[in-house]
């Protein structure tokens, strides 16, 4: 079934999506630890190498301004009803991970490592780390929600990248803001106010958040898996990186997203910085993380 559902795809170009997705990805055993405990993995990473977006390519920042002009609260209502309404594919989380690796390009020149190897080495890194089952699968999965490439997606500026708040004022914690010129909503009265269509403290579960791979796999699996909260809001947010990283946002949070950004914090650094381990070798680790999938997912998931 994955095969068919990606031959019946409009073509597209597989090698330019791993480069954006892997060039923003790149500018971006103890026992009984708990999911909050302090990571070592974080701790002996030399970060400085790591989300330099003012030096980074022009791949990247064309790519940015292209996302930064399009996710507009008219293409975000649109993308949610356009979720509700279509059926997509229904496969295993293992045969998803499969399908998402046919995106790789070999040949591509800035990585060596394919999709499935930076889930497998994201969840390694926490299950190095001692972390909860949980968390272990979280990490394996998080990135799923890319196979909204090869569903109808209008290119990579509404699969990949950074997330951020529409229907109110852009913060100028996102990343290369000034490329939010060419948004039709910077330029609206209501849109561009410090809380647009939101109130003070709405929390984000009333926010709506540029739609990408994050946004879309929370919707997959919040009533499709076992995961924790915790684990939802890692998927979530784990590219919403103006907020958990630079702080933006107060002003529409509350106390269940303070909750959820102590999750995303803790998930972020295995995500970020585990793309310079070691590869890893999907065939060994498959039974093991099988065996997690069958802990938390049904045998088949609808996509």
Same mark, same amino acid.
């Given at each position: ?5 990606? /031959?019946? /795809?409009?073509?597209?170009?597989? &090698? !330019? ?33 790591? &989300? ?10 064309? @790519? ?6 399009? /996710? ?10 356009? @979720?509700?309404? &279509? ?8 045969? !998803? ?38 968390m272990q699968v979280t990490g394996l999965v998080h990135d799923l929600g890319k196979l909204l490439f090869l569903f109808g997606s209008e290119g990579q500026w509404d699969v990949v990248g950074d997330t951020f708040v529409?229907?109110?004022k852009f913060s100028d914690k996102i990343v290369l803001p000034h490329t939010f010129a060419g948004n039709p909503d910077a330029q609206d009265p209501v849109y561009s106010s410090e809380y647009g269509i939101y109130s ?57 997203? &303070? $909750? $959820?950004?102590? $999750? ?13 381990? !070691? ?25």
């Amino acid at each position: 079934m994955p095969a068919l559902v990606f /031959q019946e /795809q409009e073509q597209r170009d597989g &090698r !330019a999506f791993d480069e954006i997705s892997d060039a923003v990805d790149q500018v971006n055993v103890q026992k009984g630890k708990l999911w909050d405990d302090s990571s070592d993995f974080d701790n002996a990473k030399d970060k400085a190498a790591f &989300r330099q977006y003012e030096s980074a390519c022009d791949r990247v920042k064309n @790519f940015y301004r292209e996302q930064h002009e399009k /996710q507009t609260v008219e293409f975000n209502i649109a993308a949610r009803v356009a @979720f509700k309404n &279509r059926k997509r594919v229904r496969m295993s989380v293992w045969a !998803a991970m499969e399908m998402l690796n046919t995106l790789v390009d070999e040949s591509d020149p800035d990585t060596e490592l394919s999709q499935i190897e930076h889930l497998l080495q994201t969840a390694e890194a926490i299950r190095r780390d001692g972390k909860p089952e949980w968390m272990q699968v979280t990490g394996l999965v998080h990135d799923l929600g890319k196979l909204l490439f090869l569903f109808g997606s209008e290119g990579q500026w509404d699969v990949v990248g950074d997330t951020f708040v529409v229907g109110c004022k852009f913060s100028d914690k996102i990343v290369l803001p000034h490329t939010f010129a060419g948004n039709p909503d910077a330029q609206d009265p209501v849109y561009s106010s410090e809380y647009g269509i939101y109130s003070p403290h709405c929390g984000l579960d009333d926010v709506m958040l540029s739609w990408g791979h994050d946004e879309y796999l929370y919707h997959v699996l919040k009533d499709q898996s076992s995961l924790p909260e915790e684990g939802l809001a890692m998927i979530r947010y784990h590219s919403f990186y103006p907020w958990h990283r630079e702080g933006a946002y107060a002003h529409l949070t509350n106390d269940k997203d &303070r $909750a $959820a950004l102590a $999750a995303v914090r803790a998930f972020n650094p295995y995500d970020l910085y585990s793309k310079s381990d !070691a590869p890893v070798i999907a065939e060994e680790l498959r039974p093991y993380y099988e065996g997690l999938i069958a802990k938390f997912f049904p045998p088949e998931i609808d996509f």
